[in-house]
């Protein structure tokens, strides 16, 4: 059974730092694409940032600069580190996993910033 289980969510003042965690199971996670998409109240799901099996990164130009992924394979973990938050980065956050158009979603962890 497939699990990605987001953790790290919560409550900060604009100008803060938060740091997610996506830990999985069930998948041959070193030859997934990871990823962290985000969907605000209203609005359609974005992707955030994403890491490849061999460490290529993408961001998106909103968070680029502020954010980090970043992935351990053997403890099959990804994780996102924010800083600078936004009042605009206030979302739910999911966890992806992609392999060659096999995609699992975490169930989200809630992100709001105060300003």
């Known amino acids: 059974q497939v699990q990605l289980v987001e953790s790290g969510g919560g409550l900060v003042q604009a100008g803060g730092s938060l740091s997610l965690s996506c830990t999985t199971s069930g998948i041959i996670f070193s030859i997934y694409t990871m990823g962290w998409y985000r969907q605000a109240p209203g609005k359609q799901r974005e992707l955030v940032a994403q890491?490849?099996?061999?460490?290529?990164?993408n961001y998106a130009g909103s968070v680029q600069g502020r954010f980090t992924i970043s992935r351990d394979d053997a403890k099959k973990t990804v994780g996102l580190q924010m800083t600078s938050l936004k009042p605009e980065d206030t979302a739910v956050y999911y966890c992806n996993a992609d392999w060659l158009g096999v995609t699992h979603w975490g169930q989200g962890t809630q992100v709001t910033v105060s300003s």
């Open positions: 890491i490849t099996r061999v460490g290529t990164t």
